[in-house]
Nanobody
Framework: DVQLQASGGGLVQAGGSLRLSCAAS????????IGWFRQAPGKEREGVSC???????YYTDSVGGRFTMSRDSAKNTVYLQMHSLKPEDTAVYYC?????????????????WGQGTQVTVSS
């Protein structure tokens, strides 16, 4: 069975840091791009970042310079290191996988999805 297990969320003060993890299983990890998405209450889901199978990374403008995505093929895990967190980063964060990073922010992207992890940033 395909699984994407997101973890690492929590409550942090503004300016703090968190590292999210997404552990993958059930598919050939290196063949897939992995994306992080978030959804705040009352808002549409937003693409946060994406990493290709060869390590190319992409970020939405609002997190550029603060978030860094990486992947560890030995552990079939991707990470989202988040620094300088802001209250507007508060959301449920999801990871997803697809064969290509093309169109990663489009609505139809994401062959596999994991459950979310809550990130709450207090002011």
């Amino acid at each position: 069975d395909v699984q994407l297990q997101a973890s690492g969320g929590g409550l942090v003060q503004a300016g703090g840091s968190l590292r999210l993890s997404c552990a993958a299983s059930g598919f050939i990890f290196d063949d897939y791009s992995i994306g992080w998405f978030r959804q705040a209450p009352g808002k549409e889901r937003e693409g946060v970042s994406c990493i290709s199978g060869i390590g190319d990374t992409y970020y939405t403008d609002s997190v550029g310079g603060r978030f860094t995505m990486s992947r560890d093929s030995a552990k079939n895990t991707v990470y989202l290191q988040m620094h300088s967190l802001k209250p507007e980063d508060t959301a449920v964060y999801y990871c997803a996988a697809d064969r290509s990073d093309a169109g990663w922010r489009s609505r139809g992207w994401g062959r596999y999805w994991g459950q979310g992890t809550q990130v709450t940033v207090s002011s």
